[in-house]
C-alpha cells in the first residue's frame, strides 16, 4: 500500500507508514502496543495502572502532570504516596471493592502532589481482568476538580453572608 493511503483506497496526505498501520488497524481491530500507550499518554487526564497491592506500575503524561512526579519516580513505588494522612481508611476500601469487581465512578478526593499541596480529584478506578477474567489490578482515570470545588465553595460562602 503506498503511503498516505488508508486500506480503503482514501487518500489521508503524506502521514507516513507508520499512520497507514494505525490506520490499517482501524480496519481490522488490530492495534499496535505503540499507538494505544500513545492514546493513553496523550490524555490530559491522569491515568495510573496498579497491582492490587497497590503498588504502581503505569504513569502517564497526565499523572506527571497532575501529580508533578514523573514516571522514573513513582514506578514501583506505593500508590499510598499520593493519599493525605487524614484518609488512612480510604485505599484499603477502594481495593476491597475492586477485589470485588466493582468499579468507583467520579469518586471525589483529595490526594497530595508532590510539592505537598493538596489536589481535588474526581477519580473512576476500574478492574483490570487478565485473559483468563482474573482481576489482577486497577486502572484509575483522574481529573483536578480543584478549581471547581474551589468555585462551590466560594459561591456556598457568598451564599451565606
Known sequence: MPTGQASAGHRLGLLGVKTDVRVEGLHSGEWSPE?????VDSSDDAIIGKTLDGTIISWNAG???LYGYTADEVIGRPIAILVPPDRPDELPSIFERLRRGERIDHFKTTRIAKDGKRVSISVTISPVH???????GASAI??????????IQEALRVRED
Do not use: F
Open 35 to 39: 499507538y494505544l500507550a500513545a492514546i
Open 130 to 136: 487478565d485473559a483468563d477474567g482474573t482481576i489482577v
Open 63 to 65: 499523572a506527571e502532570r
Open 142 to 151: 483522574a481529573r483536578d476538580i480543584t478549581e471547581q470545588e474551589r468555585a
